[in-house]
């Protein structure tokens, strides 16, 4: 979601004014509403000027510009070569394959010192948090003058995060223009590094995934997620009573690496908020919070559930979606947020939920770039595409194709919705049993047709992006239970390629991510006869 630093650099290089208000949009391509546009993309339309701050599609500028919206303006067209924003570099190209997240952070790693920016005074004022700026307003900080790209960043009260040159994610918001001083010390490109930005793209199969990320607990900033093991034990902690009772999060056993909390409530308007349940205090939450985030795992919040629902129907939907999300993450230093989207949220084909949901996840994303993302559809959702593209059968796969570059885990739930039709047998497999849980991720990670090969095909993800998901027990799930022993067989079957049924995958998926269940509550209630077992053999895997 980072413009290249190098991209900057020849901006800033270059000592252009941003005084006039006209553009040169002779080398922009015209939008196009079935093109996908990666950030620092340029386009025109309706005679004006625009540039994207984030991954969009279907979007148009024209209606989209507004604050912590996907399309900065740039200005009028003009047809002629302006002092305004124009950049010295060539624009980058304007669509990309649905499937390829263009806005991924940049895998090399850049130095930008003060050798390559344009050094003079500054007039413009002192950056102040809070401050209502305009995209296009300078303002200066730490020796360097910015220009506001993202207004309701900009703006944000939160200076750890968007003070420019030295907040956390002040490149989401800023522009870096001209060194204020002496060109002798080196600017920043980002609070990780001091010299250099070299986070990677979690879609380049060259590329390692989260799990060889180095995070320490103790210094970790809401939504810095920390590195999961090669193989994770994943469960859902609800913040209500269904009979298994409501447990503190500090009695949650050491085996969970990943606590999903359940659920965020739909607030109205595109808002969610976290309602904490009335027999746990606030406070002592939030410490539990920390108290497990120090110790390696990732908490992260839910929306949906099988009542549950979110409002993203409309640009200020999207927008109110967004700030809510970062406020509770921000408030209780969560590491990120997962989709569990049911029936009662209306994802189907067609539906804004789904476009929506895509751009709010990639805003959320730059806000954090190491927000924990992960998703818990339903199979018809998701393995349903493959008897039919319509409705809510494979509703989740758009969803899924185009988020996959930020995309940590997809555990699909193989309960309570009867067996699985796949593309290896005639009939579909018996819910529970070790084929159906090897052929759910097989269809994953190897990809499988659309609607019986008749909608094209869904490109498979990299096994550490896929787990089972499973009941915890008897009282978990209306069906679809599995013993720990079968549970445990078709782990080893994709991992090791060993104890499979019928059917085997491909090849040995040795780093194939692990097990998600719901719920930790129930399994606290019924002994932990799900997390001890199943925990204890994914720590036994090579």
């Known amino acids: 979601m980072k413009k290249s630093l190098l991209a900057l650099a020849a901006l800033c290089a270059s000592g ?23 950030g620092g993309t340029q386009v025109q339309e309706a005679g004006k000027g625009y540039k994207a701050n984030w991954w969009s599609q279907g979007h148009s500028p024209a209606s989209y510009s507004g604050q912590w919206q996907e399309w900065a303006p740039l200005g009028n067209c003009d047809g002629a070569v302006s002092s305004s924003s124009k950049s010295s570099t060539p624009p980058s190209s304007s669509s990309i ?8 952070k940049s895998s090399s790693s850049i130095s930008l010192s003060s050798s390559s920016i344009s050094g003079g005074n500054c007039t413009s004022p002192q950056y102040a948090a809070g401050t209502n700026y305009a995209a296009g307003q300078l303002a200066q900080n730490s020796g360097s003058e910015y220009r506001c790209t993202v207004a309701g960043w900009c703006g944000s009260t939160a200076a750890w995060a968007y003070a420019p040159g030295t907040g956390a994610h002040w490149q989401q918001a800023w522009e870096l223009v001209k060194s204020c001083g002496a060109a002798s010390s080196s600017i920043a490109p980002s609070s990780k ?23 320490s607990g103790n210094n970790r900033v809401a939504g810095d997620a920390a590195p999961l093991p090669k193989h994770a034990l994943v469960g859902y902690w609800h913040n209500f009573d269904n009979g298994s009772g409501v447990i503190r999060l500090a009695d949650v056993d050491a085996s969970w690496d990943v606590i999903v909390i359940a659920f965020v409530d739909d607030a109205g308007n595109g808002n969610v908020e976290f309602r904490l349940d009335p027999a746990l205090n606030k406070a002592q939450f939030i410490a539990d919070v920390a108290a497990k985030r120090a110790q390696g795992k990732n908490i992260v919040l839910s929306y949906g559930g099988e009542k549950g629902t979110v409002t993203l129907n409309n640009s200020t939907n999207l927008a109110n979606f967004v700030n809510s999300t970062a406020a509770i993450v921000n ?7 997962d989709i569990d989207l049911e029936s009662g949220a209306g994802v189907m084909h067609g539906a804004p939920v789904i476009s929506n949901m895509v751009s709010a996840i990639k805003q959320l994303h730059a806000m954090f770039p190491d927000l924990y993302v992960s998703m818990a559809p339903e199979h018809p959702y998701v393995q349903g595409g493959y008897v039919a593209y319509t409705g809510i059968w494979g509703a989740y796969l758009p969803m899924i194709d185009q988020l996959r570059n930020e995309l940590d885990l997809l555990h699909v739930q193989l309960y309570n919705n009867g067996g699985l039709a796949t593309p290896y047998a005639a009939q579909p497999y018996q819910a529970g049993t070790v084929d159906m849980m090897v052929a759910s991720a097989r269809m994953l990670i190897e990809g499988f047709p659309l609607a019986n090969g008749t909608a094209g095909n869904f490109a498979g993800l990299r096994p550490d992006q896929v787990a089972l998901g499973m009941p915890s027990g008897p009282r978990a799930a209306g069906s679809g239970q599995a013993t720990t022993a079968d549970i445990n067989r078709a782990v080893d079957c994709l991992v090791k390629r060993t104890n499979c049924g019928s059917n085997s995958p491909l090849a040995a998926y040795s780093d194939f991510r692990g097990v998600m269940t719901w719920s930790i509550n129930w399994d606290v209630k019924d002994g932990r006869i799900f997390s001890v077992p199943v925990g204890n053999h994914l720590k036994a895997l090579p």
């Open 16 to 38: 252009l004014s941003t005084s006039a208000l006209a553009v040169n949009c002779s080398s922009f391509p015209v939008w196009n509403s079935t093109a996908a546009y990666g």
């Open 193 to 215: 590094s001091s010299s250099s930005v070299a986070p990677s793209s979690k879609s380049s199969s060259s590329v390692s995934s989260r799990s060889s990320s180095s995070v």
């Open 97 to 104: 394959p649905s499937s390829v997240a263009t806005g991924s």
């Open 331 to 337: 408030e209780y230093g969560f590491d990120g947020v």
